[in-house]
């Protein structure tokens, strides 16, 4: 299993920042595709984000492209989702995850609550 | 995008029995399929991918078939941990795409 750990999420107003972050412990980090999904109060779920392992191609939803920014730091395990423009609709649980391929989230963190 | 379409939204049933979950894609996928089980207030669990292979640890009551645009999830005999909610995926291209999820729960 592959021990992930979200942290940064809040309350926010529309418009505005918030920055999540998902540290990785146990195994070699940088040779894992990587991912964000999310889920609204009592909704399915939508997929955010995907990075490489080496950081060097990422994938966004239509729904936050240009708003969104998924990045890694491979020498500290973590991952992160930096979020501007916030909007009500961005209201959800975010969850980083193992992305198998960056197509396939194979083990996930517990979940951060973002709320606009 | 791929639009990915699950039925029955929901499905009542009692252990021990057999559960068929379908998801229909709206353009062949081969076979990037997977399929999660997400239980409430908690985070989802990778139980198939590629369509029909088994994630490590995951009961074998639990398979997957199908390929193209037509797949389904079977329970071969409901235990009492899997009332749950089951979300199929596609894996074939960006952006990635979940199906609505199928409740199941207690008849």
């Known amino acids: 299993e592959v021990p992930l750990l979200d942290s940064g999420g809040g309350l926010v107003q529309p418009g505005e920042s918030l920055r999540l972050s998902c540290v990785a412990s146990?195994?070699?980090?940088?040779?894992?595709?990587m991912g964000w999904v999310r889920q609204a109060p009592g909704k399915g779920l939508e997929w955010v984000s995907s990075i490489s392992g080496s950081g060097l191609n990422t994938y966004y939803a239509d729904s936050v492209m240009g708003r969104f920014t998924i990045s890694r730091d491979n020498s500290r395990n973590m991952l992160f989702l930096q979020m501007n423009s916030l909007r009500a609709e961005d209201t959800a649980v975010y969850l980083c995850?193992?992305?198998?391929?960056?197509?396939?989230?194979?083990?996930w963190g517990q979940g951060s609550q973002v709320t606009v | 995008d791929i639009q990915m379409t699950q039925s029955p939204p929901s499905v009542s049933a009692s252990i021990g029995d057999r559960v068929t979950i379908t998801c229909r894609a709206s353009?062949?996928?081969?076979?990037?399929l997977a399929w999660y089980q997400q239980k409430p207030g908690k985070a989802p669990k990778l139980l198939i991918y590629?369509?029909?292979s088994l994630q490590n640890g995951v009961p074998v009551r639990f398979s997957g078939s199908g390929s193209g645009t037509d797949f389904t999830l079977t329970i071969s005999s409901l235990q009492p941990e899997d009332f749950a909610t089951y979300y199929c995926q596609q894996a074939h291209s960006f952006p990635l795409t979940f199906g609505g999820g199928t409740r199941v729960d207690v008849k």
């Open positions: 590629s369509a029909s």
């Open positions: 995850a193992d992305m198998a391929a960056v197509t396939t989230a194979v083990y």
């Open positions: 146990g195994f070699t980090f940088s040779v894992y595709d």
């Open positions: 353009q062949g996928i081969g076979i990037w």
